[in-house]
């Protein structure tokens, strides 16, 4: 099953040459889950090969670097035949805004959107392999994060032991034991799925902050995060203004992920006051966390595969 995050926009509140508003593409096994949605994330998506096949938009505040680019992607949907409901996932008390945002230019899309106000601790998607949970995250307005959480998957097959130790045929009966079914052989003994089927191996884990302050709430949904993408707008040198606009810097997101046991850290929504140069932020970052830190660029593909795999 293929996971794979694409930055489609990666700068603080104001664009520059290189860096779009925030917006994140998650494509897990074809479904396509667009978080946060800045001005210019439909081009952002032609230019780096996204394809427009979104399900569901997850919103993680209402400022404008993280929603203006919601009329344009919706009208040139409905301008290309878009017959597929879209359901858009925002803070609670905001449905009213996205739904006037929608209408802007005394327009109404021509295919069925579907707003759903969320909370955080909320189980917001759900299907049968993975869902998508809101978390509490601290910034200027009512704001959440999103975590997408796979399901456990199966232990192994311990195939040899099958054949050679209990006389499994092999055959349908593999299938039902790797499944969790209970199987009776011909000679009446029945097996169990412990017997041949290892420990349930975790799924995998994304998580995304937009914009916050450090918190707790973090830490603990990113618990053993595969890739966990944090609001890194201010190196140290910023710290004061960072308290004050309620984001973070670098070194708190990396003591974040630290805290979390995370594999992996992006640092995103980087300030244009630090130009082409935002390596302070990820130096910073290193420092308190052992794992992968990077800056995450616009156009930028991060493939996550199986652990341990």
Known sequence: MS?????????????????????????????????????GTQRQMMRFGTGFDVTALFITHLHGDHILGIPGLVQSWSFNGREEPLTI?????????????????DYSPAFPVE???????????????????????HHQTNAVGYALVEDDRPGRFDRKK?????????????????????VELDDGRVI????VVGKPRPGRKVVYTGDTRPVDATVEIADGADLLIHDA??????DERARKTAH???????????????????????????GGDPSPI??????????????????QTVELPYPNE
């Open 3 to 39: 996971l794979r995050v694409t930055f489609l926009g990666t700068s603080g509140a104001v664009p520059t040459t290189d860096r779009a508003p925030s917006a994140i593409f998650i494509n897990r096994e074809g479904d396509g889950l667009l978080f946060d949605c800045g001005e």
């Open 89 to 105: 996932y925002t803070p609670q008390g905001t449905g009213h805004d996205i739904e006037t945002l929608l209408t802007v230019g």
């Open 115 to 137: 707003i759903v106000e969320i909370s955080a601790g909320d189980v917001v998607r759900e299907t049968d392999e993975y869902e998508v949970r809101a978390f509490q995250t």
């Open 162 to 182: 099958a054949e050679e130790e209990l006389g499994i045929p092999p055959g349908p009966a593999y299938g039902r034991l790797h499944a969790g079914e209970a």
């Open 192 to 195: 169990e799925p412990e017997e």
């Open 233 to 238: 707008t201010f190196a140290a040198d910023n």
């Open 248 to 274: 973070s810097t670098g070194g708190e997101a990396g003591e974040i992920a630290a805290r979390a046991g995370a594999d992996r850290l992006a640092l995103t929504h980087i300030s244009s006051r630090y």
């Open 282 to 299: 990820e130096r910073e970052a290193d420092a308190a966390f052992d794992g992968e830190a990077f800056i995450a660029s616009d156009g």
